[in-house]
T-cell receptor
Framework: SAVISQKPSRDICQRGTSLTIQCQVDSQVTMMFWYRQQPGQSLTLIATANQGSEATYESGFVIDKFPISRPNLTFSTLTVSNMSPEDSSIYLC????????????FGDGTRLSIL | DAKTTQPPSMDCAEGRAANLPCNHSTISGNEYVYWYRQIHSQGPQYIIH???NNETNEMASLIITEDRKSSTLILPHATLRDTAVYYC??????????????FGGGTRVLVKP
């Protein structure tokens, strides 16, 4: 399976600021996704990152708050905008390549704390 | 995608087989069963998946009942490193359906010496 790298691995940010998280894969993938895992909770899908077009957001997530880019088949970014303490979470990138029945694979996530 | 039901927690003895149940009574014919686990401070790790037939790989075995309404993940010889939260997920494997994963609460497995 491919290597999925997320940067930064963790950060502590001030409220009102924005942070961009990068997800880099070492081979071309079919689909890329962004998930959020709030403290003590399970994972929730934020959006599907579409190459060359706007991301597809899940209910409760909006582009102004979580702008996403995917300029090519191996790279995507998620920005958490105007952060508040409620945004303190782990943000995870996952990728899918090959046939749609193949499993998604996850990076190790970005641990974000907002003061 | 169909919902899944898993016990919130279970303990297993080191060296013994661990059998993790999952109920997915509303599964449809084109939905696959996927198992992931999440060890503390790491991203979810894919374990195994299947549609109808039982599956086995180097990590585990997946037993799916004939009516597909439930499945069991078997870790043949549990080790302390298998302590994790295990997620059973059902999804339609198609680009049109979005290939999304919906995570439930999972089963918190504690392997004891």
């Amino acid at each position: 399976s491919a290597v999925i790298s997320q940067k930064p691995s963790r950060d502590i940010c001030q409220r009102g600021t924005s942070l961009t998280i990068q997800c880099q894969v070492d081979s071309q993938v079919t689909m890329m996704f962004w998930y959020r895992q709030q403290p003590g909770q399970s994972l929730t899908l934020i959006a599907t990152a579409n190459q060359g077009s706007e991301a597809t957001y899940e209910s409760g997530f909006v582009i102004d708050k979580f702008p996403i880019s995917r300029p090519n088949l191996t790279f995507s970014t998620l920005t958490v905008s105007n952060m508040s303490p409620e945004d303190s979470s782990i943000y995870l990138c996952s990728v899918l390549w090959g046939h749609p029945n193949q499993p998604q694979h996850f990076g190790d996530g970005t641990r974000l704390s907002i003061l | 995608d169909a919902k899944t039901t898993q016990p919130p927690s279970m303990d297993c003895a080191e060296g013994r087989a661990a059998n993790l149940p999952c109920n997915h009574s509303t599964i449809s014919g084109n939905e696959y069963v996927y198992w992931y686990r999440q060890i503390h401070s790491q991203g979810p790790q894919y374990i195994i998946h299947g549609l109808k037939n039982n599956e086995t790989n180097e990590m585990a075995s997946l037993i799916i009942t004939e009516d597909r309404k439930s499945s069991t993940l078997i870790l043949p010889h549990a080790t302390l490193r298998d302590t994790a939260v295990y997620y059973c997920i059902v999804r339609v494997a198609s680009k049109a359906a979005g290939n999304k994963l919906t995570f439930g609460g999972g089963t918190r497995v504690l392997v004891k010496p």
